[in-house]
């Protein structure tokens, strides 16, 4: 239940997946999250249930999971760490998304 503000990490981008669309996808929105001052980083070492573990000890409050269907419907899947509820939202609202979530934190 860390606080957002106090958190290292705002946002962990995580591919289901090693495959390069999924990377390449993962990896921009990363960047495109951090351009814009949003603490975002990049994990796709371990399953993702491991990902996932790791980035709630250290007080992620949300991960986004590129997947296969990623590659079709541009959207990913946001996971939040204290309600543990899931979102699929368009790759191009996720800064929306973090903004309205993280106000209402």
């Known amino acids: 239940r860390l606080k957002p503000e106090l958190a290292p990490v705002q946002i962990a981008i ?10 390449e996808i993962s990896m921009r929105l990363r960047e495109d999250l951090s351009n814009l001052d949003y ?37 990913v899947t946001v996971r939040h760490r204290d309600q543990m509820t899931q ?10 998304y973090l903004k309205d979530k993280l106000k209402n934190f």
């Open 14 to 23: 995580l591919p289901l997946s090693k495959k390069p669309d999924l990377q």
């Open 39 to 75: 603490r975002a980083d990049y994990d796709e070492s371990g399953s993702i249930g491991k990902r996932y573990r790791r980035q709630d000890e250290i007080g992620t409050p949300f991960c986004a999971t590129v997947d296969f269907d990623t590659l079709t419907d541009q959207k």
């Open 87 to 96: 979102d699929r939202i368009a790759i191009t609202e996720v800064s929306n």
